[in-house]
């Protein structure tokens, strides 16, 4: 169409004049005289054209404001599914103007998507999606976009999210990054400075990659299964060749593996790979991964993976942070679980069978995180361990699971690298039912709680359970595998720990001495079970690798229990043996009887097994027997107890013989140190000890408070 002409004012009629500039002159942005050809274009000798200009459309930079009108039916909406009349107003005849128009989506607004009941399609794998999904027959939803996951649970009024919304994790308030970096200091620990550049110059050599992999799937990965190795290990490799940039998340994850490796390997193979001393690789790698943590916003993610390298990281600091603040650490790692829906089965949820699995086991992983953690402060584990759906992970292997497996895995009929925490998971029922608690988590001291249930009745629950033990897992253990000789060595050691408790000798208290002999010899032979087992452990060079796991504070009570009956057998084979047993238990564990924050505990035992064993030679002395010979371990407990000062130290010349026997680091300066006992040296005789309810509660407290005494000095 010809652009509009304007008569030329006094001159040649038939020079055509616009309205408008020229393109070359609108191009060159110099005046236009608006006639054709212009002045401009005639000394430059080309070409003018005149073509009219298109107004662009204006963008939008706001979203459309929703009125008042909208505002009221929304609300009104919203009521009326929580079942209250709402009287209809003018509300409902405002104008159509006021409502959303579907035209404004972009494309980058999210998919919406309806969570499929059981025997429906399975929802559409993860990936670049936005999906809002409902469980069938309840309010809860799961909101996911690019591997992040926010759950929002039916008590709240987030169920009644519309379609246009949108994933939390898109909003990042002013000032948020510098807030919450102040808030991961407070739980991790300030940062170093030192990592602004390209974190790809951090990765290992190939070579200590490769290493890494293998001490990682060989020694962490059977105990602590919440990787899936065949997916996270080529992005590992991606990431250290510089072939692809990962996501934030996956970094974290990446750097965390590393940290959580080298915190297990022996000083000697540190040097080997690394070339450096554990303790500058431990500390640079420690850095890295907290760097990364708070890259990939930690306290305020919505990423399992990101939640998976957290606990790698919790792992990796087991040696040098104290119970009491990894207690802490794992009420972060739940509440970002539950913040994700993981305590809700994938299968409810419409999550791909894959998703699900991978959310079973990390899921299962904190729970017992927590659970361990408490039960060796002496805490409840947390109720809200026990709020989800979430089912029990497949005994399968990592080659069973594809991404995009659309049928549910064979389970396999032998013992795999996820057995422990199925293991785990069935432990956790069973005392849930030796507690009679359906509607909380049970620990080992709910055992003798159930009021309802008699001692005869606990008892045969027990051989019910270790039946299905053996049924499940212990028929298909292999003597030749270490993993097999652990899974073995475990659940033995549980069954009997589950009976020590439903013949707890702390009741012996409660109940004024008034117990069977029966019930007396049952703690008594469980305890000393419990220690060979320990030995046993302690003793098989195949499995020392899984030694980084293995917590040896539990041997305090069982020690504690042994002695107590000791002292009332007097004689007997089996004291004989339970003699042998105690030292050997005691060379096998140095780190649990003598270290220096663990120096409580180990006075007061000291005190007791002294008193059991001159009890002992006293009885074989009045019974006309050999006089025995007093084993290196008490030789080092009573220059322990009575060499305070280095003059005593000096002067016994049977110290030195009893250092070298004992195998420990008796020193100068432990055997001269004034031992903190944290306020409990006052401890009676056994025999008061075992009768007295007072006692009993201050040495569970004084275990408690002396659990965390695992410290690195400088890692």
């Not at 759906?389 to 292997?397: L, M, T």
């Not at 690298?417 to 909380?440: A, F, N, P, W, Y």
């Not at 049977?654 to 055997?671: L, P, V």
Request: net charge negative; hydrophobic share 35%.
């Amino acid at each position: 169409m010809e652009p509009p002409e304007a008569p030329r004012s006094g001159g040649d009629v038939s020079v055509k004049t616009f309205s408008f500039s020229c393109l070359v002159c609108r191009q060159r942005k110099v005046r236009c005289d608006h006639v054709q050809p212009c002045s401009n274009c005639q000394r430059a000798n080309i070409d003018c054209e005149y073509v009219a200009p298109v107004r662009g459309k204006r963008k939008r930079t706001k979203p459309p404001h929703e009125t008042l009108h909208a505002k009221i039916q929304r609300y009104e909406g919203l009521l009326k599914t929580r079942g209250l009349d709402v009287e209809e107003g003018s509300a409902g005849h405002a104008a159509s103007e006021d409502s959303l128009s579907e035209s404004n989506e972009t494309a980058d607004s999210p998919t919406i998507l309806s969570a499929p009941t059981p025997g429906n399609e399975p929802a559409p794998p993860m990936g670049f999606r936005s999906a809002l999904i409902r469980t069938a027959g309840s309010g809860p939803r799961l909101v996911s976009k690019e591997g992040h996951s926010r759950y929002f649970e039916n008590s709240t009024l987030w169920t009644e999210i519309n379609e246009d919304f949108r994933h939390p994790d898109e909003f990042v308030p002013v000032g948020a990054d510098e807030d919450e970096e102040n808030e991961i200091e407070l739980f991790l620990g300030p940062f170093t400075s030192g990592f602004n550049g390209d974190l790809a110059d951090w990765h290992p050599t190939i070579h200590c990659l490769h290493a890494l992999k293998d001490i990682f799937t060989d020694r962490i990965d059977p105990l602590m299964k919440m990787m899936h190795m065949p997916t996270f290990w080529p992005v590992v490799l991606q990431a250290a060749e510089r072939d692809e940039e990962v996501s934030r998340p996956m970094e974290a994850a990446i750097f965390c593996f590393y940290f959580a490796t080298i915190s297990i390997i022996e000083e000697k193979e540190c040097e080997k790979l690394f070339r450096e001393p554990k303790r500058a690789v431990f500390a640079r790698y420690r850095a890295l991964a907290r760097h990364t943590l708070k890259r990939a916003r930690l306290l305020s993610t919505s990423s399992p993976m990101t939640l998976r390298a957290f606990c790698l990281f919790m792992m990796g600091l087991r040696c040098n942070m104290r119970y009491e603040s990894q207690y802490i650490l794992c009420g972060i790692a739940l509440r970002l679980a539950q913040k994700m829906g993981l305590h809700r089965d994938g299968k409810t949820l419409g999550l791909s069978l894959f998703e699900t699995e991978m959310r079973r086991r990390l899921w299962w992983h904190i729970a017992h995180l927590d659970f361990r953690t408490s039960d060796l402060l002496g805490a409840k584990p947390s109720l809200d361990i026990h709020v989800g759906d979430a089912g029990v992970p497949w005994n399968v292997e990592d080659e069973d699971l594809q991404p995009s497996m659309t049928e549910v895995p064979k389970e396999r009929r032998a013992i795999t690298s996820i057995t422990m925490c199925l293991v785990r998971c069935d432990l956790t029922k069973s005392l849930q039912q030796l507690s009679g608690s359906s509607t909380s988590v049970a620990s080992w001291g709910d055992i003798g709680t159930n009021k309802n249930m008699t001692t005869a009745d606990r008892d045969a629950l027990i051989d019910d359970i270790e039946d299905r033990f053996e049924t499940k897992y212990l028929r298909y253990c292999d003597p030749s595998r270490p993993l097999d000789m652990l899974v073995t060595c475990m659940i033995r050691a549980a069954i009997c720990n589950t009976r020590l408790y439903a013949h707890n000798p702390r009741r012996f208290a409660d109940s004024g001495g008034q117990v069977t002999e029966a019930e007396r010899n049952m703690a008594f032979q469980n305890a000393s079970k419990l220690l060979e087992y320990a030995s046993l452990v302690g003793e098989n060079k195949c499995l020392r690798k899984f030694e980084w796991r293995l917590n040896s504070t539990y041997l305090w009570d069982k020690i504690l229990f042994v002695l107590i009956e000791s002292r009332r057998k007097k004689l007997g084979s089996d004291l004989d043996k339970v003699w042998e047993l105690i030292g050997r238990v005691f060379s096998q564990y140095p780190d649990a009887f003598g270290q220096t924050s663990a120096q409580a505990v180990y006075t007061a035992l000291s005190k007791w097994t002294l008193e059991v064993w001159d009890g002992y030679v006293v009885a074989r002395r009045a019974e006309g027997m050999l006089e025995p010979e007093e084993p290196a371990y008490i030789q080092a407990m009573r220059v322990k107890q009575n060499g305070l000062n280095e003059g005593a130290a000096s002067r016994n010349p049977e110290a030195a013989n009893a250092k070298e026997a004992h195998g420990q680091a008796w020193d100068h300066e432990q055997c001269t140190e004034q031992v903190d006992t944290g306020g409990f040296s006052g401890f009676s005789d056994l025999g008061s000890f075992e009768m007295n309810l007072d006692e009993w509660v201050n040495w569970e407290q004084l275990v408690s408070e002396q659990t965390g005494f695992y410290h690195v000095e400088g890692y």
